[in-house]
């Protein structure tokens, strides 16, 4: 059985934007020709299918969800600036996966100047690289195109000398993309608003349901729900809750504990709306109170993530958005007695704090939950905000269960993430309809047990 459904509940950005990211997709690309492939399917078992995801590149340029695609953008060619290649209409398979675009589809719907069955992309490819001096694509998409590309670029070498004609090298489109995709355009912002808006429900059904000797599990399904009942894809990724140690577990999502009084659960999860994704992590104690040195510790990341958000503004730099957090934690941990007393700016040269906190304060958020764009300016420098970008900020602190650590603090592990919106002015927070606030957390934490667990 396949499941080629698309992700798109609702429509995505309007068709001028596919229209205007493609003009400056061309402009960029010079005298090179580009090719973008859709992303596999996958089987999860004999003939069943894990559900399909398309490629987000190709999503950004042109909308089209379906798989086995390939778009081909070529902007010497005012026939072809984009021709898509299509699996066809074929009723009998429809009535087994889905509805399919087909070529019509393809050019009607989807703009594309061209649109052909993928089983031409052979006989067409070789006429469409031919003008160019270089192939945009990037190596590792597909096995089946590395080869075609590869195949193409030796015989264009050989027949060069004759011809003069023909590309002469490959380079990866997301040194194109990458910026492209980092900045967001004001449809785009809209969509992660309202996905943040949904992850912080899924979060808040999870948080009133809660108690002890409710299932990882059942918290998860919680969450997940949530999403589906509003319209939504599903999670933006497999949807974390870690109880007690589990909680210092980064990726943890075998989602499989009984949780137990006095145990801190940790949830990780966003919703993907609109092919666009979001990302909230909070900690909260299952039975609504906070131990001692469970309130300590949380609050310290709390107050880093507060930290690590006020550092989001225009003109400030994403490393110092880190920075910022670290300080707070590093204090934070002397403060408690899990780091030594002293001048925090050795302790941060020391490094001893990275036993506890492991991994970066922030990662770009849109059609990716880790989305495109890097982190250093060309020159190498740490790269500054710009309005429109989109990051998270999620500081940790997981304290390992080892005989060196006070036993109050053993196994703990806490997080704190919400996404923001880098303004014009400074930053807008779009997660904050679940609390932060410890004391708003323990009202909420159990408020729907009876009416929605039933017990």
Same mark, same amino acid.
């Given at each position: 059985m396949q499941n080629s459904d698309t992700p798109s509940a609702k429509p995505g950005?309007?068709?001028?934007?596919?229209?205007?990211?493609?003009?400056?997709?061309?402009?960029?690309?010079?005298?090179?020709?580009?090719?973008?492939?859709a992303s596999p399917e996958l089987l999860k078992s004999r003939d069943t299918d894990v559900r399909y995801r398309a490629n987000s590149d190709l999503l950004y340029l042109t909308d089209f969800a379906?798989?086995?695609?390939?778009?081909?953008?070529?902007?010497?060619?005012?026939?072809?600036?984009?021709?898509l290649f299509v699996r066809p209409r074929d009723a009998e398979k429809e009535t087994w996966t889905g509805r399919r675009h087909g070529v019509e589809g393809a050019r009607d719907r989807f703009g594309a100047d061209a649109a052909y069955p993928l089983d031409e992309l052979d006989e067409r490819l070789p006429k469409l690289l031919e003008p160019a001096d270089a192939v945009w694509y990037s190596l590792g998409s597909s096995q089946e195109m590395d080869r075609r590309?590869?195949?193409?670029?030796?015989?264009?070498?050989?027949?060069?000398?004759?011809?003069?004609?023909?590309?002469?090298?490959?380079?990866?489109?997301?040194?194109? *993309?990458?910026?492209?995709?980092?900045?967001?355009?004001? +449809?785009?912002?809209?969509?992660? /608003?309202?996905?943040?808006r949904l992850a912080a429900q899924g979060h808040l059904a999870a948080m009133r349901m809660a108690r002890p000797g409710v299932g990882e599990w059942e918290l998860e399904a919680a969450v997940d729900g949530t999403y589906r009942r509003a319209g939504a894809w599903g999670p933006s990724?497999?949807?974390?809750?870690?109880?007690?140690?589990?909680?210092?577990i980064l990726h943890y999502t075998s989602? @499989?504990? !009984?949780?137990?009084?006095?145990?801190? !659960?940790?949830? @990780?999860?966003?919703?993907?709306?609109?092919?666009?994704?979001? @990302?909230?992590?909070?900690?909260?104690?299952?039975?609504? /109170?906070?131990?001692?040195?469970?309130?300590?510790?949380?609050d310290v990341v709390a107050a880093a993530e507060e930290a690590g958000? +006020?550092?989001? +503004?225009?003109?400030?730099?994403?490393?110092?958005?880190?920075?910022?957090?670290?300080?707070?934690?590093?204090?934070?941990?002397?403060?408690?007695?899990? *780091?030594?007393?002293?001048d925090v700016d050795a302790l941060i040269e020391d490094g001893g704090y990275k036993r506890f906190n492991t991994h970066q304060t922030s990662h770009w958020l849109g059609l990716d939950v880790h989305d495109a764009g890097g982190y250093r300016e060309p020159d190498g420098s740490p790269l500054r905000l710009r309005p429109g970008m989109v990051l998270t900020v999620e500081p940790g602190l997981y304290i390992p269960d080892a005989e060196d650590i006070p036993a109050d603090f053993r196994g703990l592990g806490i997080r704190v993430e919400d996404d923001v919106i880098v303004t014009e002015t400074g930053r807008e927070v779009i997660t904050r309809d679940v609390p932060v606030d410890a004391d708003e957390i323990e009202a909420t934490v159990g408020s729907g047990?009876?009416?929605?667990?039933g017990r």
């Open positions: 950005p309007a068709a001028t934007s596919f229209l205007s990211r493609r003009e400056r997709f061309l402009a960029q690309i010079g005298n090179g020709v580009a090719i973008l492939v379906e798989p086995e695609t390939v778009a081909v953008f070529t902007p010497h060619d005012p026939e072809h600036r984009l021709t590309v590869t195949s193409l670029l030796a015989r264009f070498r050989l027949s060069r000398p004759r011809s003069g004609k023909g590309p002469w090298d490959v380079r990866d489109p997301a040194q194109v *993309l990458d910026p492209m995709r980092l900045v967001k355009e004001p +449809a785009e912002l809209e969509l992660m /608003r309202e996905s943040g990724y497999p949807t974390i809750v870690g109880s007690a140690v589990n909680g210092t989602n @499989d504990r !009984v949780v137990e009084d006095g145990d801190l !659960v940790l949830i @990780d999860a966003g919703a993907e709306l609109g092919n666009y994704c979001s @990302d909230i992590t909070r900690t909260f104690p299952v039975n609504g /109170r906070f131990t001692p040195a469970q309130r300590a510790l949380y958000i +006020a550092a989001v +503004a225009p003109g400030n730099t994403f490393q110092g958005v880190h920075d910022a957090a670290v300080r707070v934690m590093v204090k934070g941990l002397a403060d408690l007695g899990l *780091l030594p007393r002293g047990v009876m009416e929605t667990a």
